[in-house]
């Protein structure tokens, strides 16, 4: 069972974004981050001249501006440099044809002269999201199929009920 279709930059941007939001590295990291909130009280609390009921609440407030700031800004500058990242390594920004295979193996992904295989006996998870079918390895591989490279919706339940049977036989 092979699906060829023109991968889109989006796409891509769109997987790396959700490998990161299962790493428990990257999630980490972004709690890290969340530090300039108190920092940003403490730093200028102490270094503000003048009264000090005054300097508390004006570092209390800018502290409450920061954080919605950090994670507003924090999450279109990841996306924006994952977009940057891809299109240098792809070369371009443009659709690139790609292809999924199922096999009594694996799943096969292939691009541009890549092929990356995921073994049925290491997918720990099937998923039906919103715009993609999304198979997760066990150690946090990820591969996204998006469902409009699917003909029809038979088409897709077809691929998803092999997968997940696949799946769960390893």
Not at 111 to 140: A, C, H, P, S
């Amino acid at each position: 069972m092979k699906l060829e279709y023109e991968a889109t930059i989006d796409e891509a941007v769109a997987a790396h974004l959700r490998l990161m939001e299962l790493s428990k590295t990257v999630r980490r990291l972004r709690r890290l981050g969340l530090l300039f909130v108190p920092l940003t009280f403490l730093l200028l609390y102490l270094t503000l001249p003048g009264e000090e009921s005054a300097k508390l609440v004006f570092s209390i407030v800018a502290a409450l501006v920061v954080a919605p700031l950090y994670l507003f800004f924090c999450s279109r500058f990841v996306r924006w440099n994952t977009r940057r990242l891809l299109v240098e390594s792809l070369g371009t920004d443009e659709p690139v044809p790609s292809e999924y295979e199922f096999t009594e193996e694996g799943l096969v992904f292939r691009q541009m002269g890549t092929e990356i295989r995921f073994r049925w006996d290491r997918v720990i998870e099937v998923n039906e999201r919103r715009d993609v079918l999304e198979f997760i390895t066990e150690n946090k591989g990820l591969a996204l199929m998006p469902k409009r490279i699917f003909r029809d919706e038979g088409q897709m339940e077809e691929w998803l009920e092999f997968a997940r049977r696949r799946a769960s036989a390893s």
